[in-house]
């Protein structure tokens, strides 16, 4: 089986790091973006799209400031979304790293600008 290259996407977003924080580990509001539904229990959080699930743990959290999760599936692999906030400006940017097959990379980074975008929606930016 390949080995998945890692990459990173920034998206700039207009909210604060406290409320974009809070769609990026609570399972609730993991699910007006993220995936079709999120579910917690015992440290693991289920991922569903359409009728596929995902288990994850939550290996990092940074308060306001990232989040990354380990695939429980998919040894050893796995995606950050780390909220960037320039000094000057105070712009804010979703940061995110993930894995992908060479192959697989091209649609990858489309799911991701269409669920980044999904994610503005919600927030209101």
């Given at each position: 089986?390949?080995?998945?290259?890692?990459?990173?996407?920034?998206?700039e977003?207009?909210?604060?790091?406290?409320?974009?924080?809070?769609?990026?580990?609570?399972?609730?509001?993991?699910?007006?973006?993220?995936?079709?539904?999120?579910?917690?229990?015992?440290?693991?959080?289920?991922?569903?799209w359409?009728?596929?699930?995902?288990?994850?743990?939550?290996?990092?959290?940074?308060?306001?400031?990232?989040?990354?999760?380990?695939?429980?599936?998919?040894?050893?692999?796995?995606?950050?979304?780390?909220?960037?906030?320039?000094?000057?400006?105070?712009?804010?940017?979703?940061?995110?790293?993930?894995?992908?097959?060479?192959?697989?990379?091209?649609?990858?980074?489309?799911?991701?600008?269409?669920?980044?975008?999904?994610?503005?929606?919600?927030?209101?930016?």
């Open positions: 089986m390949a080995e998945k290259i890692k990459f990173q996407l920034e998206y977003i207009k909210s604060s790091p406290k409320i974009l924080f809070s769609f990026l580990h609570e399972p609730n509001a993991l699910a007006q973006w993220f995936a079709d539904d999120v579910t917690y229990k015992d440290g693991i959080y289920e991922f569903s359409d009728d596929e699930q995902h288990a994850a743990k939550l290996i990092s959290l940074k308060e306001n400031k990232l989040v990354r999760y380990k695939w429980l599936d998919d040894e050893p692999y796995h995606f950050e979304m780390e909220i960037v906030q320039d000094e000057l400006t105070n712009d804010v940017a979703l940061a995110i790293t993930d894995f992908a097959r060479e192959e697989n990379i091209a649609d990858r980074k489309l799911i991701w600008n269409n669920q980044i975008e999904y994610l503005q929606s919600v927030i209101g930016a």
